[in-house]
């Protein structure tokens, strides 16, 4: 059973930066596509940001582009989100996400994706 543990979260000031870190354990770790996504209060969870399972090509909603880059390290089963230009709007709890399937460009729907980590909280002060 693959497990996945968020870490890096907390509290930044607006135009900061943050980087969040996505350990995973068990199954195979690099076959797997690996996602983002972030849950902002009363709100849906949306799809914030995708890789490979090569590390090769990434993908990232739009609200996002050009201030947030995801990278993994498949030698330390680790996918990391670096956050920069932070704005109050980012502010969610963020989740690690992986696929079994290694289609690509992955479904940004949260049923689209098999396995979850336990979120970390982000929040940027405006």
């Known amino acids: 059973q693959v497990q996945l543990v968020e870490s890096g979260g907390g509290l930044v000031q607006a135009g900061g930066s943050l980087r969040l870190s996505c350990a995973v354990s068990?199954?195979?770790?690099?076959?797997?596509?690996m996602g983002w996504f972030r849950q902002a209060p009363g709100k849906e969870r949306e799809f914030v940001a995708a890789?490979?399972?090569?590390?090769?090509?990434?993908f990232y909603t739009d609200s996002v582009k050009g201030r947030f880059t995801m990278s993994r390290d498949n030698a330390k089963n680790t996918v990391y989100l670096q956050m920069s230009s932070l704005k109050a709007e980012d502010t969610a709890a963020y989740y690690c996400?992986?696929?079994?399937?290694?289609?690509?460009?992955?479904?940004?729907?949260?049923?689209?994706?098999?396995?979850w980590g336990q979120g970390t909280q982000v929040t940027v002060a405006s």
């Open positions: 890789i490979s399972w090569d590390g090769s090509t990434t």
């Open positions: 068990g199954g195979t770790f690099s076959p797997k596509v």
């Open positions: 996400a992986a696929r079994v399937s290694r289609s690509w460009p992955p479904a940004v729907t949260t049923s689209s994706w098999t396995y």
